[in-house]
């Protein structure tokens, strides 16, 4: 390669690594799981208190169901704590809301649509349910209507700590 295309190359990374950072600081984000459409999403602050059906983007805890979970691939890694991607969920459920975990999800009564639980996932390893329980102060029950997703259904209420913002899509499709 001349000197010239070695130049090139350099300038195009450098914009290239601009753009990425100017989008990052700007609050957008790729979204390449298919919980949500794929795509480009920004993160926006939340102007009211979060309610049911507002789609957020959340950092998991770094525990160890969640290192397990990105071991097996359910989650991709990020710049989150822990080395994880922000998930892009749907609010389920608050604090104080009661959450049964049985074939499907049941919260305070009401069944949530799309949340079949699966006992294995695609590689056929056994799959462990939340147990149920109210959300606990400072936690959110997340869901997303696609049937493969590693939500609340698996690993329970998530802390709002964690919480980046609302998500908006800017440029999505569905697969």
Known sequence: ?????????????????????????????????????????????????????????????????????????????????????????TVAALPGDHVDVGADVVIDGRPLPDSKLRAFDGEGRAMAAFSGNVVPPGHLFLHSSFASSYDSRYFGPIPVKGLLGCARPVFTFDP
């Open 1 to 89: 390669m001349t000197k010239r295309g070695v130049r090139l190359l350099g300038v195009a990374g450098i914009v290239l690594s601009g753009m990425t950072l100017a989008g990052f600081i700007g609050g957008y984000r790729l979204n390449f799981t298919p919980s949500e459409p794929l795509g480009l999403w920004r993160i926006v602050k939340a102007e009211r208190p979060l309610q049911i059906g507002d789609l957020v983007f959340i950092c998991p805890p770094d525990t160890e169901p969640f290192r397990q979970a990105r071991d097996r691939g359910y989650l991709r890694r990020g710049l989150c704590p822990g080395g994880f991607a922000p998930l892009i969920k």
